[in-house]
């Protein structure tokens, strides 16, 4: 999954698909209040539903693998 | 130190060898303690709190720590050492520095607290600063056990002394301080303890933080008071792996599980998720308590079915109605008396509880009568009573109640009239169980957190292209999520040139910066969208309103 779709599913869940909000890949999502840590979980919901035999154990779901479109991005390509 | 102060030392040195607690951490075996260790851990912070003398009559000690031995302990030392404790919400680490110190500073100017109790990060975080929050500051890791040796401790017998302060907002909003006596502390756990049939054979298994009653009262308080075994578990963790909450109660045999609404539909979608995890044994629990205003048939619904296999039943469930300003409990339901009532929707909107067994009534959920100490009156805006089935504000008065906001008798006289103290909450009485209905405050209540809109939309005001005065807060019920979803309307500024979108992601910011919450939707509106009031204040309910029936 690349930046651009992440960023569309990003905008879906939290930010009601605005797209005129400006995000960048390097935005720390919690800090910047799009979602919390609450809001990562759901986004792995959405992640392992689109992306069929993606499984994200718990104990993944973190700042420091889902905290940004970047680190997200990264996280499904070592996945 | 206060009775409530001398009851909680008894319970400790009367069995030094029994399991106190059992901290499960993230990543490291869990930790058992002992009431010895307890006992002399928060002797040590007693010691290096009182330091020469004693404190100063009322004289707080903010304890600002991550769950653990420490916090337990530093709260415990600060009540025996004649201080009235206080649990502060340790600020996000996530914040920039410079913001850290500036909430942090705030924070210490409102509460006025006397001492401190911080951990080595956020005293390495505020530096110098940290010495300017009270007198007393202590960073945790280095108090001493042997602080207090040689010295003993003194019940002053006041019953009536303020023991302990709760706050009544989650976080931020320390505008309004309660202070309860000996004398409420200990009607409450005696009247709680019977609603619920609780007992040194109980074990609480919780990842509620301390700062907020249902975490502080339910399950530090009663464990504390009652000798009943605590397992606990930060809400971090929790957050991260929700379903070790579930491994303690089967691996530690929990019998009594304190939970918010979301935290129920929370539980539910995780174990949906994680399909090939479980079942457990979760049939030792004999209450499963949701504590919310309302509680929601559907998150409680889709709780029932994802555990069905791990022996939840619908005779575990309960629900309370619980605020710090009765200690924590105003009603409880017993196992197995959960309530459901479907009641008609269009008599509903007028406030009246009319039955209708049918698929298209409103499922209200019961939570359950008032504990015995506590009595409720549902009554109009104009204060009269109302008879069972109508629905009005609920008022409440006992041997519970608070006295007073500290220091503010101006909300204290607002709030408690004729010896009832006026909740903000509506309801109503069906065959003398109370169903919460909803708030005539505005309050917006984010997974178990409250906000206050005043405080959010004074916090948005700051962000440059905001129009000033043209900001409204307010909490829209969310099923999926069993909770409310924060939203932010404002007006662009006319004098400025940014663009809406590029506002509202920096007003979002700052509301995570300022209260560490996600707003769920932060929206521009077009000049002269939002609704004032007569007065000139942005009316929220009508805000509200308008928002359901045009943006959403």
């Known amino acids: ?79 | 130190m206060t009775p409530a102060g001398a009851r909680s030392l008894h319970r400790l040195t009367s069995e030094p060898e029994r399991t106190v607690a059992i901290y499960l951490h993230g990543g490291s075996p869990d930790e058992p303690v002992a009431a010895a260790r307890v006992l002399s851990r928060a002797s040590g912070f007693a010691g290096a709190l009182a330091g020469e003398g004693r404190p100063r009559p009322a004289a707080v000690a903010a304890i600002c720590l991550y769950p653990g031995l420490n916090l337990h302990a530093a709260w415990l030392g600060a009540l025996w050492a004649g201080y009235v404790p206080t649990m502060i919400a340790p600020p996000s680490p996530r914040m920039e520095p410079a913001k850290y110190a500036a909430g942090f500073r705030a924070m210490a100017g409102h509460l006025g607290a006397d001492a401190w109790v911080l951990d080595d990060a956020a005293a390495g975080l505020l530096g110098a600063a940290a010495g300017d929050l009270g007198r007393r500051v202590l960073v945790a890791e280095a108090v001493d056990d042997a602080a207090w040796a040689g010295r003993t401790f003194s019940d002053t017998g006041d019953l009536d002394a303020i023991a302990v302060l709760q706050h009544s907002s989650g976080t931020t909003g320390l505008q309004k301080a309660i202070g309860l006596t000996s004398r409420q502390i200990l009607a409450h756990e005696d009247a709680y303890a019977r609603a619920l049939d609780m007992s040194a054979r109980d074990t609480v298994v919780s990842w509620l933080p301390l700062y907020h009653d249902m975490g502080f009262v339910a399950c530090f308080l009663m464990p504390l008071l009652r000798g009943m075994r605590l397992v606990e578990m930060s809400p971090f963790d929790w957050v991260r792996q929700p379903l070790r909450l579930l491994d303690a109660i089967q691996q530690y045999s929990g019998t009594l599980c304190w939970l918010p609404n979301f935290a129920f539909a929370f539980l539910a979608g995780a174990r949906e998720r994680a399909g090939d995890r479980g079942p457990w044994d979760l049939s030792p629990i004999r209450a499963w308590t949701n504590s919310s205003a309302p509680v929601m048939a559907s998150s409680v619904a889709r709780f029932l079915e994802a555990y069905a296999d791990s022996g939840v039943t619908r005779n575990q469930l309960t629900a309370s109605y619980a605020m710090a300003e009765n200690v924590y409990a105003v009603t409880q339901s017993q196992p197995g008396a959960f309530r459901e009532a479907r009641v008609d929707r269009e008599a509903f909107s007028r406030h009246v509880l009319q039955p209708d067994p049918g698929e298209a009534g409103l499922a209200l959920v019961s939570n359950g009568p008032a504990l015995e100490t506590t009595e409720v009156r549902i009554v109009t805006p104009e204060g009269a009573d109302l008879p069972e089935g109508r629905g009005g504000e609920i008022l409440l008065r006992g041997a519970c109640r608070f006295v007073g906001y500290v220091g503010r008798p101006d909300l204290t006289a607002a709030a408690i009239d004729g010896g009832w103290y006026h909740t903000g909450d509506l309801g109503a009485l069906l065959d003398g169980e109370l169903f919460v209905t909803g708030r005539a405050k505005d309050l917006v209540i984010v997974q178990g957190r409250n906000f206050y809109p005043g405080d959010l939309e004074a916090a948005a005001a700051e962000i440059p292209g905001v129009a000033p005065g043209r900001v409204a807060a307010f909490g829209v019920s969310d099923e999926a999520t069993g909770t409310e979803k924060l939203v932010i309307l404002f007006e662009r500024d006319s004098g400025s040139d940014d663009p809406e979108s590029a506002i509202a992601l920096r007003l979002r910011a700052h509301i995570a910066q300022t209260f560490n919450c996600a707003a769920g939707e932060v929206r521009a509106v077009p000049p002269r969208w939002l609704v004032k009031s007569t007065s000139g204040k942005v009316a929220r309910a009508d805000n509200r309103a308008k928002y359901l029936a045009h943006v959403h």
Do not use: W
Request: proline share 6%.
């Open chain 1, 1 to 79: 999954m690349d930046v651009p779709v992440i960023t569309a599913l990003v905008r879906e869940l939290f930010l009601q698909n605005d797209p005129a909000i400006p995000l960048s890949p390097g935005d720390d999502l919690l800090q910047i209040g799009v979602c919390d840590s609450l809001g990562l979980v759901q986004l792995t919901t959405e992640l392992e539903r689109r992306l069929p035999g993606l499984r994200v154990h718990d104990a993944e779901v973190t700042a420091d693998n889902l905290g940004s479109i970047g680190r997200i991005s990264e996280f499904l390509g070592r996945k």
